[in-house]
């Protein structure tokens, strides 16, 4: 029995007439290509979708003007009909810094919506009789991350796959010196993308060979293999691939990782990954039994009066009377990506985006084509969240900061007050202009003033920007009450100590 040691660390003269008709022939190709790749040529006046037509100039545009609104930079999106990918397109910035294009080749963060590739091979192995979903997993392959804890051996593949492994997301959330298993194999849900490392390596085991090699040649076809990364290098820096970007638009750096992580790092876009969900979903890679497997024993998660949203085995499921839609989203730091697909009405859509707002594409999405019933998906608090700071961005680009604190105080005498989701903006704010991150430091201490990070803010701005010693002092005083450690405070308070005995 082997064991598993570590996880995944991816001059036009004269010239004759047929000579002129092959060169003019070689610009009308480029000009094709070029017209094509801006998202120009090739464009269908309209698609089917829940029977009706859509007009594509009419959705482009509402596309377009709502990404610009919520501050959404790029996004690739496919339309899907009859198991068929009927409309896809390309949208705004792969990168605001720069002001480079999406187009149809830009390869965008697929986030947990890779552990999708993973999942298709999971399913076809099954099938072949070379993996056993109900089968511990340390038969196959020990690990030595989670030989800790005995509970570890009860865990099978089914459970890495329904997330209810126990085993957490990530082992740096808690205890970085363990990774940990938090609640009993197979009693709830727990998401994990460790888990997902884990059954790579143990298919890795059962193969004979790497995630890269076994993903590039059972999964991935002639179509999507020159659009789909498993991983992203420094090499790739000059590819065409999307940067991150966070609530204010900000450019992030790229995530680099040497080797694949099988549950988050690969990168392609909404064209290539429809392709491999339709292969699951019409027959022409798994079978029916695998696909009625995927939505056996779930467990529920949410649910309101009409629809339910469980964990099935590998995707999330909306259930409701008359449809069932099989989901998966995806969150990378400075990217999101969703994906929906109705079994019974074989429609659907699937969207990347660079942007930390990004899932809030979903129901526009939705509305301009499918119509399918997600009310309860995009009732959440995670979108409720995201709203709301969009709705607060319009608000501060349109008036400015000012507006946008009134705006946060209306809210609030309402009962909808997102504070862990202001600090967090707030610190995106004060790192591009510390005056306006100041501005909205003020709103945050009046509803959370035990934030030490907004009380250091508001001392620093007051030494820095507006030189009022005293009030910076009391700030800073205040902050290192609270044990913030980010700045050098006591350095703060001297520099606020030495202004005030100078100016005596």
């Known amino acids: ?81 009859d198991n068929k990918v009927i409309f896809s397109n390309f949208y705004g910035y792969r990168n605001t810094g720069t002001k480079t294009r999406v187009d149809s080749a830009t390869l965008f963060e697929a986030c947990s919506l890779s552990k999708i590739y993973l999942l298709d091979l999971v399913y076809k192995l ?21 030989a800790h804890d005995p509970r570890y051996k009860r865990i099978t593949p089914k459970m890495i796959i329904n997330h209810t492994s126990g085993i957490e997301n ?11 298993i938090l609640s009993n194999p ?62 204010m638009g900000k450019t992030l ?40 497997e995927m939505t056996a024993d779930m467990k529920l998660i949410s649910n309101d009066s009409t629809s339910q949203y469980s964990i099935g085995n ?29 079994k019974v009405k074989k429609r659907g859509f699937v969207f990347f985006t660079n942007s930390d707002l990004g899932l809030l594409m979903g ?31 319009k608000i501060k680009n349109k008036a400015g900061i000012e507006a946008m604190t009134k705006e946060i105080d209306k809210r609030a005498e309402k009962g909808e007050l997102y504070i862990d989701v202001l600090v967090d903006l707030m610190i995106q704010m004060y790192k591009i202009d510390k005056e306006t991150g100041g501005k909205l430091a003020l709103s945050v201490v009046k509803y959370k003033p035990e934030s030490s990070i907004a ?17 910076a002092k009391s700030y800073l005083i205040k902050a290192k009450a609270l044990n913030y450690g980010g700045i050098q405070i006591d350095e703060f308070i001297k520099e606020c100590n030495d202004k005030l005995s100078a100016n005596k």
């Not at 089968?135 to 991350?145: A, C, D, G, I, S």
């Not at 290539?272 to 798994?286: D, T, V």
């Open 170 to 180: 990530w082992q740096r959330l808690n205890n970085r010196d363990v990774l940990e």
């Open 1 to 81: 029995m082997k064991k598993l040691k570590c996880l995944f660390q991816r001059k036009l003269l004269t010239i004759p007439v047929t000579l002129f008709i092959y060169i003019t022939g070689i610009s009308l190709s480029v000009t094709l290509i070029l017209l094509s790749s801006s998202g120009v040529f090739a464009q269908p006046r309209s698609f089917l979708s829940k029977g009706k037509p859509v007009n594509v100039k009419y959705f482009n545009a509402h596309i377009n003007k709502f990404m610009e609104e919520t501050g959404i930079p790029g996004a690739s999106i496919a339309i899907i009909e």
């Open 186 to 247: 197979g009693e709830k849900y727990v998401y994990s993308g460790e888990g997902y490392h884990y059954l790579a390596e143990v298919i890795a085991t059962r193969l004979n060979e790497p995630y890269q090699s076994y993903i590039s040649r059972l999964i991935l076809t002639p179509e999507t293999r020159s659009s789909t990364r498993l991983n992203y290098v420094v090499a790739d820096s000059s590819n065409n691939i999307s940067r991150g970007h966070d609530d």
């Open 126 to 146: 099954v099938e072949e009789g070379r993996l056993d979903l109900n089968k511990p997993m340390y038969t196959y392959l020990e690990n030595e991350r989670l």
């Open 253 to 292: 750096d790229k995530w680099i990782t040497n080797e694949p992580w099988p549950a988050s790092s690969v990168h392609t876009n909404a064209k290539p990954f429809s392709s491999l969900l339709l292969g699951m979903f019409n027959g022409q890679f798994l079978t029916d039994k695998s696909v009625k």
């Open 455 to 471: 009380n250091a803010i508001l001392g620093t701005v007051n030494l820095k920007i507006y030189h009022d010693y005293a009030l």
């Open 314 to 342: 590998g995707f999330f499921v909306l259930t409701s009377k008359h449809d069932t839609i099989f989901n998966f989203a995806g969150q990378n730091t400075g990217f999101r990506c969703d994906m929906f697909y109705s």
């Open 363 to 393: 129901p526009i999405i939705n509305d301009l084509t499918t119509k399918l019933e997600l009310s309860l998906y995009f009732n959440n608090p995670g979108f409720k969240s995201d709203n709301y700071v969009s709705a607060l961005l």
